[in-house]
């Protein structure tokens, strides 16, 4: 395994958000984590790009342990995180912005390297090229996630983590993004994609988690978890069973599908109700 | 015209160095979104040292210019890293600002304690023959001051926008926590942003110090001429501030030459109103426009322990029945008089605290209201004979009428821009309190003021003046705190909380600012007079920009937002220097030092600790409601 989070509890001001979580990820995979708003997806993408220190448990990749390195070196290791809502830098260009996401990349022909993989970027994503003395703040939602996730490749990672990347963008742009992962796994890369979007996200990946309350109830390969009848009730969000009763999910999971449209077929793109 | 010429290259002179002050601001805020008001005393912590080093231990300037450099650079990293970098992660913008405040007053009193309150003049470069230029007079350290700015420019400009290094600077402004996902160790580089900023500010004081004198607090001016001018000119660009401090420079001095030396501040910050009206973010855009939807969210939220009701009477009357038996057992004197001008100070902190505490809106200008009050009551009572009640009364009258003419500037404005107008009001009031000397006395002040009395009662003793401030302040509590506990009060923590979300809620933003701003300069405008009339006398320093500062680190100290807290601040800065009477000159460091320890560990307060220990162990447990959180679907 080429990532493995082994017992991370991790949180906020001495509350623990994570618990106990154990998960991997494997050379050239995509591993998607699934679950609903707060459940703690992007505490475990930051736990591993070392923007949270985790309170305890372990973090390893390629065997050696990196949990208590700084998120500079684990940049140098390979790891790049596009992080949640793009946070590009507004104020600053296209090339400014890919330029900053090979800051760690300090050798001597170092600009020539950079040149390079932005060259080989623009050509992949020809908007970038064609704005690239452009300020970014004013691009659109799917500009600034591409040019985030770019930004992420620019370090030359082997491992990409992308917390929600379809947030905000239309379907249409979900999609090409979605594609986009997919191009990284024939490239070799591993992907961990954080999604709300379950069944987009399993359709795409190798593996899956789901994460509720700050834990992993499911696992397994994707294209089980998406025929897995617990998904539907658990990605709503209303399955959380320590709270609710049987019963009283399915009642709030029926008035939910009669708020949201026709209760013939299933409101939610990809959601089958059971 | 030759004279006119003259003056303006004086001008350009002195510009210059606002702009390099100017620049440091500039670089510090696009790395940290902070101003850092330390900038001025590296200036002058720059010139005194090499002044030192070379005047008497002998050293050769080179040497003595290099090696203060060097040390300032040291200081800064360690200002940095100290306090600065950690309050980052702890404190509001707007408190950041008043902690570099404290952290200006603690290197101000440094100075005090090493080189101590005399003015030095530091020898030029290159002999005192000024050179002709086309038949102008320059002096030949002009030709330095000019030189020294536009190699800091250009080396400035090449760091940020062509290298690397630069680039992460500014990503560090940007977003933080995605520069640190791009690995810049984004603490580092905000604790570096300020050893050079330090850097050029002690390059700039060893220039430039041969062409003014100088003591410990002079960095305090130089502060503010750079603040005003990186205003003038856009904080987040570096043409701006230089053209903002160019600006400032040749409209003070020709202001000074053709106008009148007393009000060539008042024509500066009319310039900086005037500036802050047309155009708020500066006469020059950044390059980089930063969207606007962005908010400027703060970094940490507050959290003010209240008391319950039943603890809070019971406190209340202990603390009333110790201040009633307080003249007994204090002997009449230095300390009583402490005591009462504590009292009166309190009175403009209560409203500083509505402003600041309840509606979040910094206010450095508060002691310019108790100048209004202060001047008003004691120019009729002397001029006039009026009865002080009336004067006061007046005083207040003309300070409600202040506080709507600022408030058409700063209803408009938040954040920094809100700190700096209401800074330039209060330096306005300053220099009208200089440049009025008919009404005002001028910089030696207004003497031969009454006591204080109503109608045949006169409190002519500290004792007395003691009652009837302790009198005054039960009235003021009474009231204020049943207004805190309205529905206005409410509206105005809401306003602190999130502006946006208020006025979404149907809360008259503006109303609700305005009227706090109002009460605020009434209590103000009453401490001012009173306080005249306590020291028969009033002088342009007593009611100062200091001053102002004084009263929101009395404020922080004591505990925002909880209307009594501000006592104990005020209690422990007046009474400290009169019970420490021979470390006198360690006073300045002392204040200093406790403002910036108490922003960075103890940010609620003196009092807000106390009420949070109070509360822990008096308080009964709220009952916490069990009902299921989703009601109804």
New interface residues.
Partial sequence: MMLECRGITAGYNGSPVLEKIDISIGEGEIVTLVGANGAGKSTLVNAISGLLRPMSGEIHFDGKRIDQLSPADRVRMGIAHVPEGRQVFAGMTVAENLSLGAYTQSSRSVSDLRSGRMRELCDQYPFLRERINDVVGNFSGGQQQMLAIARGLMSNPRLIMLDEPSLGLSPLMVQEVLNLVTQLRERGLSVLLSEQNARAALAIADRGYVIENGRVTLSGKASDLLDSPEIAERYLGVGAATRFSQEESKRMAASLRDCIGPATDSPVPGVRMS | MTEFIQITVGGVLVGAIYALIALGFSLVYRVTNVINLTQGAFCILGALSTYMLEVEFGWGLPAAAGASIVAITLIGMLVGAGAFVPGLSRLSNANMLMMTAGMLTLLEGLMLVVWGSQPYAPPPFMGMEPVHVFGVLVPTQGFWIIGTTCAIITVLWYLLART?FG??L??CA??P?????????VSRMQVFSIALAAMIGAIAGVVTAPTTSIQFDTGRLFTISGFIAVAIGGISSFPGAIAGGLLLGIVTQLATAYVSSLFSGAIALGLLLVVLIWRPNGLIR?G????QD?RDEPRVWKHVTRLQPRVRTVMAMIGLALAIALPLFVPEGGIMSSLVIAGILFIALMGLDVVMGYAGQVNLGQAGFMAIGGYTAGYLATQYDVAPVWGTLAGMALSLVAALALSLITLRLRGLYLALATLAFGLLMDSCAVGLADITGGPSGLVGIPSFAIGPFDFGSPVAMYYLVLGLLVALMLLLGGLIRSSFGRALQAIRTDQMAAAALGINVVRCKLIALSISAILASLAGSLYAFFFHFLSPDMVGTSRSLELVAMLVIGGEGTLVGALFGAVLLTLLPTVFQPLAQWKTFASGGLLVLSFLYMPEGIFGSFARWVAARFNKPAKISTS?V?SH?
């Fill in positions: 690397t680039k992460a500014r990503a940007e977003n926590a995605a520069a640190t996902l791009m690995g810049i160790n950044a980089t426009q930063r969207r962005v299921p989703v679907v």
